[in-house]
């Protein structure tokens, strides 16, 4: 990294190229230490980065929460535990806002997701080489340390959503029930191929719209990071020029961080927001 010479491309590619674990061109398993071995590995290949930053924070999470949950009757009540009941009564209202059935799984479903969503997005603020530097002295060739800017993520997470949904569907209107919705909405039953063609595909397109709307939003945000800091890659003494973009750069990393406070957040929200509706959807007779 910073011992060795880099082409602007061949730093953004190390820092979009995730630890993947898999089977080598020689055929040991082993790290790819190439993002050319990393795409060799095929689909059963494990971003190790990922698993582990998501393992992290959800462990943290629930830390945090368990701790603020245990100090209810320690006496008056701390900053944490004031910030977790603002937490769940806010979560609960935007459950109330959007959910119209009763089932208690959701509320805690939805709070799960907004703040395991919104922890992983907020790597995304850590200066974009201080853990991959850390990482590379360690030995470990690349390390992405925002989860949601790894597709398999996010498609993880659609896709759990997803079988809820379905779970719930098949739950709340039977086998019968469901597979009429499927096939008799909009057009009755002269219109059955139509009608599962159109159903088929908003179905469908619930988990993909899900996945993809929060990959492609961090993942934007962290290539502009990675754009941004290559401005300071540029610094070659004390010039006029050099001394102006190292400047813009940090005037924009600061920007572009303080704007994609709003980002994270609004990820989150969102991502929680559409699984409530969702199984709101699943619970109704017709939607």
């Known amino acids: 990294m910073s011992s060795e010479a880099h082409t602007s491309a061949e730093y953004i590619k190390h820092h979009l190229q995730n630890l993947t674990y898999g089977q080598l061109p020689d055929g040991a398993w082993g790290v790819a230490h190439t993002p050319e071995e990393a795409k060799a590995m095929g689909f059963w290949a494990l971003n190790l980065d990922t698993v582990i930053m998501s393992l992290l924070l959800g462990v943290i999470l629930m830390f945090v929460f368990r701790r603020a949950a245990t100090s209810t009757a320690t006496g008056a009540p701390s900053g944490l535990l004031n910030f977790c009941e603002w937490a769940v009564e806010f979560v609960d209202s935007s459950v109330r806002g959007s959910f119209t059935a009763k089932n208690d799984m959701v509320a805690p479903l939805a709070l799960t997701i907004f703040f395991w969503v919104f922890s992983m997005n907020l790597m995304d603020l850590l200066p974009i080489d201080y853990v991959p530097l850390l990482m590379h002295e360690l030995g470990v060739p690349f390390f992405k340390v925002v989860p949601s800017t790894d597709p398999n993520a996010t498609f993880g997470m659609a896709i759990g959503v997803f079988l809820l949904?379905?779970?719930?569907?098949?739950?709340?209107?039977?086998?019968?029930?469901?597979?009429?919705?499927?096939?008799?909405?909009?057009?009755?039953?002269?219109?059955?191929?139509?009608?599962?063609?159109?159903?088929?595909?908003?179905?469908?397109?619930?988990?993909?719209?899900?996945?993809?709307?929060?990959?492609?939003?961090?993942?934007?945000?962290?290539?502009?990071?990675?754009?941004?800091?290559?401005?300071?890659?540029?610094?070659?003494?004390?010039?006029?020029?050099?001394?102006?973009?190292?400047?813009?750069?940090?005037?924009?990393?600061?920007?572009?961080?303080?704007?994609?406070?709003?980002?994270?957040?609004?990820?989150?929200?969102?991502?929680?927001?559409?699984?409530?509706?969702?199984l709101d959807m699943a619970h109704q007779e017709h939607h």
């Open 165 to 278: 949904v379905l779970y719930y569907s098949v739950k709340m209107k039977g086998v019968g029930g469901f597979v009429g919705e499927l096939t008799l909405q909009p057009f009755g039953k002269w219109g059955m191929p139509v009608n599962f063609l159109l159903e088929g595909v908003n179905l469908i397109a619930k988990p993909i719209s899900l996945a993809l709307r929060l990959f492609g939003n961090m993942y934007a945000g962290e290539m502009i990071f990675i754009l941004i800091a290559l401005m300071g890659g540029t610094w070659a003494g004390v010039t006029l020029g050099s001394t102006t973009l190292y400047g813009s750069q940090i005037l924009l990393s600061l920007g572009w961080a303080i704007f994609h406070i709003l980002i994270v957040t609004l990820q989150a929200f969102i991502f929680m927001t559409l699984t409530v509706v969702y």
